[in-house]
Structures are given as C-alpha cells and as structure tokens.
C-alpha cells in the first residue's frame, strides 16, 4: 500500500469495464467515506495521563498491522508519555484444561499519573478481533475491566 494508494481502489471500482465486469451499475449507493479526524494516537498522551488504557492489535490484521500500533507507542515511550515495566511477554487464556496462548503483551506506566498503559495482541485475530478470537476477547476485556494485568 502505497502513499496515496487510497485513491486507488475507489478509481479502480469506477471504471466503467470493471463495473461492467462485476455486473454493477455505476449508480452506486452514494456512500462516501472521509476521515472524522485526526488519528487516534493523537489523543494518546492526555488520555494516557486520566485513565487506564488498554490498546490491542490482532496479529493477523491486515487493514492495521499490529507493528504501525507498536511503533506508535514506541514513540510515546520515546518522547517520555509512558515508561515500559514489564517487556514483551506472552499471555494466556484460562481453558478448564490448560492456558492457552493467547498474544503477546508490554505494559507500561504513564510518567504523568502512574496509570497503566498495555499494548498487547492476540494471536491469529484480524481487524475485528472478536470475530476472529472470540474467547480471547472476552478474556482481555473482562481483565483490562476487572484491572488485571497481562
């Protein structure tokens, strides 16, 4: 995917033989997407400072691969937002018979207030995580809820 690569796809959907190939109209439903602002990591360091945040990546997501999130808090940790205090690690779902493997996790604490801050992904999941990983993500956000740790 390329610097403006965006373009590319819608362009591709309008041309007239590709319509014509996939048995499409060219009224299409007059959707849209645009951006309703800036990106999220933005809003990282002052929401960092108030609440505990949980940020998660499935390890199979193509639309959001897990490494472009990892180098995003990589850059709050290097401009001083977050402190690592535990390192790379894996965690586990609780099965009645075993621990299963669930991701990979890195906890941090915020420099300003002390909360926590987890980054972890989940094995095997895409972009919609529950879909993919339903009991992982059960289990992540009853602790992340509960205030456990990873």
Not at 8 to 28: I, N, R, T
Request: proline share 6%.
């Amino acid at each position: 995917w390329t610097c403006g690569g965006d373009q590319l796809l819608p362009q591709f959907f309008q041309d007239p033989e590709v319509l014509k190939a996939l048995h499409l109209s060219e009224m299409g439903s007059g959707f849209s997407y645009r951006m309703s602002g800036p990106a999220s990591i933005t809003l990282y360091p002052f929401l960092a400072s108030k609440l505990r945040m949980l940020v998660y990546s499935g390890s199979a997501d193509a639309c959001v691969p897990y490494v472009g999130t990892e180098e995003s808090i990589d850059m709050l940790e290097d401009n001083g937002v977050i402190e690592m205090s535990k390192a790379w690690h894996p965690w586990y779902v609780q099965s009645a018979q075993s621990s299963i493997p669930a991701g990979y996790a890195t906890n941090y604490k915020t420099k300003e207030g002390g909360k926590d801050f987890t980054f972890l992904t989940i094995r095997l999941a895409g972009h919609m995580v529950p879909n993919f990983q339903p009991a992982a993500a059960l289990d992540f956000f009853t602790r992340f809820l509960a205030g456990e740790s990873f």
